[in-house]
């Protein structure tokens, strides 16, 4: 055999860092990796040598936009900017972690995270919505907590695409499937339906952990001679998207070359890791920890070295395998689920071990933590990686990515809905109420709900239907947390900025009318492609509006997610940050219902109504439209009403509150009555003088920081010295009205119309039912009684 | 008096089962699934989840486990074991209760505050009740539905074995609205609802008078304690 065909053999089988040396011209396939020319060159530079296949492979998927932040990094530095010493004197751990950590008082602290999951979950969203799931409860572990929620925000095509019915039912049973298995109560989220995200549904999976301040963990291997230990389920060959291209690239034959890229869950594995991991910590057994997601092993590795204080050694022949034909570069690019890597000071190995014996959880020590600034991995006996963790981990490339303003904003923002004749007789306003109640995205979604446990653990205090579920930390103080995700695409698409700023105020205000007080932000960010200048001037604006509305409302961003290049062929979705917030309250005894409980208590309006139609809930549904300037936020405003709600609940004056979003008064109406079965007597007349709007206005508006709240007879002086003491503007419209003896319930709009609650209940739960199957307990209730169909054709003022 | 709660791998509802145990007034005691040792309880819960991961038939493996010999054992000297959801599934799978637990009949999970009737207020289990009454006790699985052949089931109604029934919705497609049953002895019973969930006020399934108040679980708990008093 020549030299020549030795060196190619040995290059076949194993691309070690000699013989990278050796062979400096080898092509190599960078470009099908999703590396640019430059990025590799870069690469070649860092190392002063080509790299070799493995470390290809760890550059390319560690300098993913998934995982670089390449494109969003120079916008995101505002929200470590734009914050106020108030804003961070609670904040344990902020971003950049796997998780913001939040100091609740009593000793306690909450970790909460939002992720997006939306690529692998059109692909097969069954697995893909699962494994969303498992991704983020593993980043709430990994930072010494015990997970104790999820929630999930989702967004489907229209609701009557025939793709829409194969998304929707494995996306809801895989999260189902993951979180119910796990054990983790699922408090809310939202669904939306919308045709712009047909080809790209969005999977936004939230998780919260609680633990004690003395158990918060950190990703980070530091100190010479600790080890470095994997556990977990064993690595197989799923989730491996760009290592197939290598292996089939620079592996001639007998190698797999086609692996599927969505990862498989196993929540009993992640159950049982749970449990391992809480035991560990409890014993004092780890002193860094990092789970295994994006980039498997390559992540774990790098992120552990470069958060530490020296280098790394680890083989890769020590990884317990499902699959023995793995090659090197996929083992360290697989993304196989339900994974950990811990690092243990070498006189707790034994303890460790023991622990994950108990919980039959496979383990093996790879290596351990060195002093020399460098991340070795060997394969075979041979170097096949050899680096500074930092190149890897932090310092890849950054891009301040062209912006452009849209050269279509202006006349949508011109095209308002105004121009709509706003009907004022009773039958049409109340036909187009049970239009809006029956419509994909206000309809009821307990199809979706009822498929989560909300009872596992024993300490939900809110869930869905409320406006924010709720969780009890501790049992003998009754300390818990309140949160909620929220995201309006119409508005963001009219005015990313405040869009931005729109979504922080509703998930604020959903937070605050449970009685919490609103202190943390997570956000998931999801647009477009970043190479696209509109996009990425869309971003832009939508993070600094929600940069300058945390600041505003002084409440951080702890952590969260940017999701690129979501769209249909060249369609990129309407741009979609979802925010998420989270609120403590003290006792979760004293949370207010988003729904009337009881007879004869007042019903106020809190804030002013102004005409605010333009991408309204009654715009797009009843014509179809959306153009014009979304709701002015109202920060400071926000910020009053929280205050007021929080004291209001702190001296139990509430019965109930609930927030004005998505269809306004009307539907706050129709969800605060159904919540019970407790009707309503309700009068505008003195709100329409005062705020001088028509009885539409008053019913469909969606203008911010509004409530309606239930208040008993007996607490009517104090609550309302409350406001006027706060000077917030406050009307009473109505009474809550059980309903006479014999005859039902009803909603009635004093002069204009009056519904029963059977109606509105029938509507409501019409539309998911027929696209997407029975609820159990709801075939009985709409069987014989006439469901509420849409009336054709929008009525448009020429 | 000491209730044990044994957890699997995959046990989910085992801290809730506790939580249960300790608000009745009795001790909780935590068993592990690969010990052969009850440590001394006067009675046992096996409590919902997904144990071992119920990849095969719900509750299968778990009814082969380690402790299940002396659960078993135990059960059948007339220890009080009561087995919810998951447990339920064991039990059935022990042949500590008979019949068995199928995919619902719809298919999906489901996570319902669910009406029973009490149907047998004689056991262990569920002497604190009286025949009829009417409780709400939230309900949370996908493998829910009760069979058997018609020459048991025959023998379970005539003989006062059937301990709850679903009322108003059968959410699972139980046969004869089964929702849990009893041994002849009354010590062992086994149900898909979940009583540990409704045994706080505050947590629990809504009721007409406020939200999340139920509180029909805790009776489970309370019933066994007397039961135990009136061994004693």
């Known amino acids: 055999m020549s030299d020549l065909a030795k060196t190619v053999t040995a290059a076949s089988r194993l691309d070690s860092v000699a013989n990278a040396i050796a062979t400096p011209e080898k092509e190599q396939p960078y470009a099908a990796l999703g590396l640019k020319s430059d990025e590799y060159q870069r690469i070649r530079d ?28 120079v916008w995101l530095r505002q929200f470590g900017q734009k914050v106020s010493p108030e804003m961070t004197k609670n904040l344990m751990v902020g971003m950049g972690e796997n998780a913001g950590v939040v100091d609740i008082g009593e000793g306690w602290a909450v970790t909460f995270k939002i992720e997006s999951h939306n690529h692998p979950s059109y692909i097969e969203p069954f697995q893909g919505a699962a494994t969303g799931v498992g991704g983020i409860v593993r980043d709430i572990i990994s930072m010494g907590a ?38 983790l109560p699922n408090i809310g989220g939202e669904t939306w339906f919308d045709p712009i995200y047909q080809a790209n549904p969005l999977v936004n999976a939230l998780a919260v952990g609680v633990l004690r301040h003395e158990d918060l963990h950190l990703a980070n291997a530091k100190g010479a001679g600790n080890k470095v230990v994997l556990f977990g389920a064993r690595t197989g060959g799923d989730g491996i998207g760009g290592a197939s291209i290598l292996a089939s690239d620079t592996f001639s034959a007998g190698g797999p070359t086609k692996r599927p890229a969505v990862q498989v869950g196993d929540p009993f594995a992640e159950k049982v890791l749970i449990e391992c991991c809480l035991e560990l910590f409890a014993g004092d057994l780890v002193k860094g920890i990092q789970d295994l997601g994006a980039a498997g092993i390559s992540c774990a590795t790098s992120e552990l070295a470069s958060n530490g204080d020296g280098g790394m050694e680890v083989s890769l022949d020590e990884v317990l395998l499902r699959d023995p034909t793995l090659t090197a570069e996929e083992i360290l690019m697989s993304e196989s689920q339900e994974r950990m890597m811990a690092i243990v000071e070498p006189d707790k190995l034994e303890g460790f071990l023991a622990v994950t014996k108990k919980w039959d959880v496979e383990t093996s020590v790879l290596g351990e933590v060195t002093e020399t600034g460098r991340l070795i991995i060997t394969w075979h006996g041979e170097t096949i990686v050899d680096v500074d963790p930092r190149t890897v981990a932090v310092d890849g490339p950054v891009y301040d990515r062209p912006i452009s303003y849209p050269t279509w904003m202006d006349a949508l923002n011109a095209d308002g809905a105004e121009k709509f004749l706003r009907p004022s007789d009773g039958p049409t306003l109340k036909e187009q109420l049970l239009t809006l109640i029956g419509s994909a995205n206000l309809s009821d979604k307990s199809w979706i709900t009822s498929q989560y446990d909300r009872y596992v653990m024993g300490n939900t205090a809110l869930s869905y239907p409320d406006d924010a579920g709720m969780i009890r930390v501790d049992e003998e103080s009754g300390l818990g947390v309140a949160l909620a995700t929220d995201a309006n695409g119409r508005y963001a698409y009219l005015d990313p900025y405040a869009g931005a700023q729109l979504a922080l105020a509703e998930a604020y205000r959903n937070v605050a009318v449970t009685g919490a007080t609103p202190v943390a932000v997570s956000d998931c960010l999801n647009f477009g492609s970043p190479e696209n200048p509109e996009v990425m001037w869309q971003f832009s604006r939508a993070v600094e509006g929600l940069a300058d509305a945390c600041l505003e409302l002084g409440i951080p961003v702890t952590g969260g997610n940017v999701s690129f290049y979501n769209q249909t062929g060249d369609v990129p979705i309407h741009p979609t940050p979802v925010v998420a917030v989270m609120g403590v309250i003290d006792d979760v005894g004293r949370r207010v219902p988003s729904g009337w409980q009881d007879s004869g208590d007042n019903l106020y309006l809190l804030g002013s109504t ?45 019965n109930a509150a609930h927030d004005l979003s998505d269809g306004g008064l009307a539907t706050a109406l129709v969800d605060a009555s159904l919540r019970f079965g407790i009707g309503a007597r309700v009068w505008l007349d003195e709100l329409l003088e005062r705020d001088q709007i028509d009885p539409l206005t008053a019913l469909f508006s969606e203008s911010g920081a509004r409530v309606i709240v239930a208040v008993p007879r007996e607490e009517d002086v104090k609550f309302l010295r409350l406001c006027e003491g706060r000077n917030y503007p406050v009307a009473r419209i109505g009474v809550t009205d059980a309903g006479a003896a014999g005859v039902g319930a009803a909603l009635e709009l004093q002069g204009l119309f009056t519904a029963s609650l059977e109606e509105l209940r029938t509507a409501s739960r019409a539309t998911m039912v027929e696209h997407f199957g029975a609820v159990v307990g709801y075939a009985a209730d709409l069987s014989g009684s006439g469901i509420h169909r849409a009336p054709t054709g929008a009525r448009i003022v020429e | ?53 119920d990849y095969l038939r719900c509750g299968a493996i778990a009814a082969r486990s380690p402790i299940m010999t002396e659960v078993i054992a135990a059960a059948n000297a007339g220890m009080p074991v009561l087995g919810i959801c998951n447990g339920f599934q064991i039990l059935v799978e022990a042949h500590l209760l008979p019949g068995g637990l199928i995919r619902n009949d719809h298919g999906d999970f489901v996570c319902r505050d669910q009406k029973l009737r009490v149907e047998n207020a004689s056991t262990a289990w569920t002497n604190g009740f009286t025949v009829g009454q009417e409780i709400t006790i939230p309900l949370k699985n996908a493998e829910g539905g009760f069979i058997v052949d018609a020459e048991t089931l025959t023998r379970i109604e005539g003989e006062g074995q059937v301990a709850f029934r679903y009322l108003d919705v059968n959410p699972n497609g139980s046969l004869d609205d089964i929702a849990g049953l009893t041994n002849a002895a009354g010590n062992v019973v086994g149900l898909m609802p979940h009583p540990e969930h409704a045994i706080e006020p505050g947590f629990g399934p809504d009721t007409p008078d406020a939200m999340r108040s139920g509180t029909d679980g805790i009776t489970f708990f309370t019933s066994v304690m007397q039961s135990a008093l009136a061994r004693a």
């Open chain 1, 146 to 183: 015990r997970p104790v929620a999820v929630m999930d925000a989702l967004r489907f095509g229209a609701i009557d695409h025939p793709d829409t019915a194969r998304v929707v039912p494995g996306v809801v049973s895989g999260i189902s499937f993951y979180a119910n298995c796990l054990g």
């Open chain 1, 46 to 73: 860092i190392l002063g040598r080509r790299p070799t296949s493995g470390e290809l492979a760890m550059y390319s998927v560690m300098w993913s936009e998934h995982c670089s932040y390449k494109s969003s990094k």
């Open chain 2, 1 to 53: 008096m000491k209730v044990g709660v044994v957890t699997f791998p995959g046990s989910l509802d085992d801290r809730d089962a506790q939580r249960a145990v300790r608000h009745a007034g009795a001790d909780a005691v935590a068993l592990w699934h690969g010990d052969h040792d009850l440590h001394g309880v006067d009675a046992i819960v096996l409590p919902g989840g997904f144990s071992y991961g």
């Open chain 1, 610 to 654: 102004h005409l605010e139609l333009d991408g309204s809930a009654w715009a797009g549904v009843i014509h179809g439209h959306l153009g014009g300037t979304p709701p002015k936020p109202h920060l400071a405003r926000e910020q009053e009403l929280g205050a007021l709600l929080a004291a209001a609940a702190r001296e139990g004056l509430l």
